[in-house]
């Protein structure tokens, strides 16, 4: 009986400590992003385009090289069950060995990226920019025990101090004329007060040990997950690459802004509803029937979320530019708008959760390689009918990998094509019927501010009356979620 009671004690204790992470992490994306958002508005002011493309082209080299640390030995760790002090010495010292490697090798290569670019001045941009690397080697470790522990207050304390140090530096160094090195600066000033913050809060200090025997047990593990991790960042930032290589910095400038309303708003949007409304597959996965239904209602609601977002923005992009980032970035309007239609597409990736819960992850592994590949060669394939058609080829690929994903869900867990167009269609034709009544109303020649304002009222009017009157049972599920919450909350 003892032991049955230590058992229930040690899962409700487990299961308050991943709630109360979960509100932090929450906390952190909702809150991040927004001090982030409000900051880049700012910069995106006073900084031009070509200044915004210069540091864009080199973000690929950075991500990659971000990869092996944060997202290599360290997943490891917070993985093995019975990791300790060496375990932990041992990655960090391994880390600043890779970090200053990594850095060599970004140094030596500086010049030969800037001569594929066509840009000189990127060798000192990217010199400076790769210090990053080895700040945010050194708090890696921190970071990795933070996550074994659900310790997410720590890094949200981390990520809010990260982000205020970039906006006040970058917005400074902006006024006072320092141009992309506003950017440059900002951002090694963030990393560094980053790491501050966590070896403060963290309680953990390297010992003056390492094991070679160790780290290639760790390597053992997380050299499959880095492959992974390394693809997709790859192909996460291919579209900078292939920009930046035929097109202006300006063109990557403009490109990257108008990405951003969107994919932040898919982060708060989706990710906030996954963290919520998506069930643990793993848990059931043995009952295909409970799986099915869970899926279906993840992604059904999903959708009716994010397309009236998304359809809302591709609808008030040109005025939503023009009062958040000003006329100097109206080229960054068409962007905004595609971007909106590849996001759509996001939501659908719940499908492929459902696939890893049921060991199918050989299955997404051949999906992604598969959807990239498609993804690669239509990018290449409208590369000289120009920018846009870049992002157009984009969207057919998810249309394409849209259909294949299907079969193969379909094929393991029964949601057929049909089932997915029934649980999206009613959302999707309801979106697009408010998009076209606010972009009808854009025509009106009145004040730019009370013409978003009655936009966004219109929009939502329309959406929620439209599905009061159809009936639409996500509306219904998640106003009872709402209020099952509030109910909560007050009852402390």
């Known amino acids: ?97 890779i970090s200053l490697l990594l850095y060599a090798i970004l140094f030596l290569i500086a010049p030969l990226i800037a001569i594929f670019y066509n840009e000189p001045q990127l060798v000192n941009i990217m010199r400076v920019l790769s210090l990053n690397v080895i700040i945010g080697a050194i708090p890696a470790v921190h970071n990795a025990i933070l996550s074994r522990n659900l310790d997410f207050k720590k890094s949200f304390y981390r990520n809010i101090a990260n982000t205020l140090t970039q906006g006040i530096v970058g917005i400074t160094l902006a006024l006072l004329g320092f141009g992309v090195w506003a950017l440059v600066y900002s951002k ?82 989706d990710g906030s509803m996954t963290a919520v409304l998506y069930p643990a ?39 939503l530019t023009l ?53 690669l060669i239509l990018i290449f394939a409208c590369i000289h009918f120009g920018i846009y058609a870049i992002m157009l080829g984009s969207i057919g690929a998810s249309c394409v990998t849209l259909f294949i994903t299907t079969y193969f869900v379909n094929k393991h867990i029964g949601y057929s094509l049909k089932e997915l167009a029934a649980d999206v269609i009613p959302s999707l034709l309801l979106s697009i019927t408010m998009c076209g009544a606010v972009l009808l109303l854009g025509t009106l020649d009145i004040n730019i501010y009370i013409l978003l304002g009655m936009q966004i009222l219109l929009g939502i009017l329309i959406y929620i009356s439209g599905s009061i009157l159809l009936k639409f049972d996500s509306y219904h599920y998640l106003l009872n979620y709402v209020k099952r919450l509030f109910k909560k909350m007050k009852k402390g």
């Not at 200090?205 to 390394?230: C, D, E, M, Q």
């Not at 309007?333 to 499908?351: E, G, K, T």
Request: net charge positive; proline share 3%.
């Open 1 to 97: 009986m003892k032991n049955d009671t230590s058992i229930y004690e040690n899962n409700n204790n487990l299961t308050q400590q991943a709630f109360s992470g979960m509100i932090w992490k929450f906390l952190e994306k909702i809150g991040g992003q927004g001090i982030q958002f409000i900051i880049q508005i700012v910069l995106a002011r006073l900084l031009l385009a070509e200044e915004y493309g210069l540091v864009g082209l080199l973000t690929i080299f950075i991500a990659i090289s971000d990869v092996f640390i944060l997202q290599g030995l360290t997943t490891a760790l917070i993985q093995k069950k019975n990791a300790d002090d060496i375990d932990f010495s041992s990655v960090f010292f391994a880390n600043i060995v």
């Open 188 to 269: 090694i000033a963030g990393t560094m007060i980053g790491a501050i913050v966590l070896w403060i809060t963290v309680c953990w200090k390297p010992r003056k040990v390492f094991s070679v025997k160790r780290i290639k047990k760790l390597f053992s593990f997380s050299s499959r997950i880095l492959g992974t991790n390394l693809l997709n960042t790859i192909f996460s930032n291919i579209h900078s690459l292939i920009i930046g290589r035929y097109y202006t910095a300006s063109d990557l400038g403009y490109y990257q802004r108008g990405q951003q309303i969107p994919q932040m708003a898919m982060g708060a949007v």
């Open 281 to 319: 597959f793993s848990k059931i996965q043995n009952d295909m029937a409970l799986l099915n239904k869970a899926l279906r209602r993840s992604i059904k609601t999903s959708m009716y979320v994010v397309l009236p977002v998304l359809f809302g923005f591709l609808a008030t992009a040109r005025p």
């Open 323 to 375: 009062i958040l980032l000003t006329e100097k970035w109206l080229p960054s309007v068409p962007f905004m708008q595609l971007a909106c239609i590849v996001c759509m597409f996001w939501p659908l990736s719940h499908r492929t959760h459902a696939l890893n819960a049921i060991g199918k992850s050989n299955v997404t592994f051949k999906l992604s390689l598969i959807g990239k590949s498609i993804t």
